[in-house]
């Protein structure tokens, strides 16, 4: 067992000495030194009983907290700058837990070069972690830029985290490898901050794909005014065989699953090629799934037997289907 | 009964039309416009359980989220520009407590002049509000800044929101008049921003007094490497009677209550007439309490039997007294 001293203290020792600039963790408030352009804002809770999955430890927990942010920043073309932290603790906690999210918290600034500069701690009935992250643009990638035409871009496949959440949560069965990619989806997700600000130049919208593939399909052809035809469904490796073995519904756990930590975008037609070498260079990977169309709002895909609709499903905290 | 979507467009109604550079609530991310100086942030979480007495409705709750935020940066002499807002709401939760939130959010805005940004709904097994601010100054008032002989000063009498609490939690007694006072020193919490502002060039260390005025007259101690000698307790008027009628420790009630939003700071000897003058001509007040000793992390009081003990008590989170 611990107390708020105690955090305090392990969360000094995770952030380490601050860069020149930036304010050490332990007054009111943090300082971050300004860079060029507007400054670039994101909150994100994770709540245990809908965010931790059986088998998430405290330390993955602290850094998919991070990750939630890191994902909406890479969406965008923003480097992330610094981040808070606001932790809401179980009573009773004890020291390796607490240990176990500073860890976290160090495993996410390594991974994404980003700064932990200060948080505050609560006590609450289940485990929740505020994530408040900070950067500069001079413009990002909005959600309202597609034109009918552009091509419908993803930096990934889909499918591996919703498979991994049936593992971890309902025992689905699945081979040894595509089980361990899938859990490891879930527990360590991996937003990728390179891949997102090499793309910004190319994409006309975009956003991330935590509610899921329709979702995000649905929110932009919303906020630009268009369609989307989608030609192929983006099926990560094995996940039509894990879908068949358990009798789910394959369309679905890509269509539908969430927790996908894959940036959603549209480029214009003549600047694809660009787009494909950009993510390539900076280690990551473009899939066109299909086209932006005029007919407003209507989102749809091309099967053998003919134009089906994706419907706007996915995850929609408090709603109940 | 309502879901995210619903959430959402309340606080997009709250936040009304965003100033120019600013970007409307709706995106991945937010974006405000620059101004000199280095960024300032500061995030707090209200947890239901801890922070929402009975009586404290939806609104004041949002609000209250606002002001724990408000009273740091107040405490830093810096005002703020803008913040976002993490929900977690309870499942079930009615379209009712959301506009209440969302209208709590409303009154922070016009209260303090900040601007809701944006923010993120989650589902959670108690109502969770997590504020995060942003604003922009050169340079904050810190902790670490106080020298032996300056004068400890507050910009409040302390005792009514604990006071408040005894009230609203243990049904203690107390003449209406009072009762109504504490009440609402709980219920709508109001750190002053102009008083912080106008008073910041003349503090050499500060800081807010959300867990009482023993732990910051110790943690300014401890920063600066100093100790205080508090010659009087700067009780709210019918605080002694109030503690008298109910058999409560009234020192205790002064020292060591939290839930208070008042500036614990330090003056220069030779400033302390031109701070007084300040505070008062921002609407406020500033209190000599005693003074800053050499005496490193000493927190002493002097009383008619002599100098007696400041214990370093006062609200930690997670631990059991």
Chains 1, 2 share one sequence.
Not at 220 to 249: C, I, Q, T, W, Y
Request: glycine share 12%; charged share 25%.
């Amino acid at each position: 067992m611990t107390d708020e001293l105690e955090v305090i203290a392990a969360m000094v020792k995770a952030a380490g000495k601050p860069p020149s600039g930036y304010t050490a963790i332990g007054d009111d408030v943090a300082m971050v030194p300004p860079r060029p352009g507007r400054v670039v804002m994101k909150t994100d809770m994770l709540v245990e009983h809908t965010d931790m999955p059986p088998g998430m430890t405290y330390r993955q927990a602290a850094r998919k907290a991070v990750a939630m942010c890191v994902s909406d920043f890479a969406a965008k073309g923003t480097r992330p700058d610094a981040f808070m932290v606001s932790l809401g603790l179980r009573s009773g906690v004890g020291k390796g837990e607490v240990d176990g999210l500073a860890r976290g918290l160090r495993d996410a600034e390594e991974r994404w070069g980003t700064h932990l500069i200060g948080g505050d701690t609560n006590e609450a009935e289940e485990l929740v972690i505020g994530c408040s992250m900070v950067g500069f643009a001079h413009k990002v990638v909005d959600r309202a830029g597609a034109s009918p035409g552009d091509v419908a871009v993803v930096t990934g496949q889909f499918g591996l985290p919703p498979a991994g959440l049936k593992i971890l949560m309902a025992g689905a069965r699945a081979e040894a490898h595509f089980a361990q990619r899938a859990r490891k989806s879930v527990l360590r997700p991996d937003p990728d901050i390179e891949v997102g600000v090499a793309l910004a130049p190319y994409l006309t919208a975009s956003m991330d794909s935590s509610d899921g593939l329709a979702r995000s399909l649905h929110t932009l052809a919303k906020a630009s005014g268009v369609g989307f035809v989608v030609e192929r469904l983006p099926a990560a490796e094995g996940v039509m065989e894990f879908a068949a073995a358990n009798a789910l519904d394959a369309d679905k756990l890509i269509l539908e699953g969430g927790e996908e930590y894959v940036i959603v975008g549209t480029v214009k037609p003549t600047e694809i090629r660009a787009a494909l070498k950009a993510a390539r260079k900076a280690g990551g990977e473009l899939i066109p799934l299909g086209r932006a169309t005029e007919r407003k709002g209507e989102v749809v895909r091309l099967t053998e037997g003919g134009v089906k609709d994706i419907r706007d499903g996915g995850w929609t905290h408090l709603r109940r289907s």
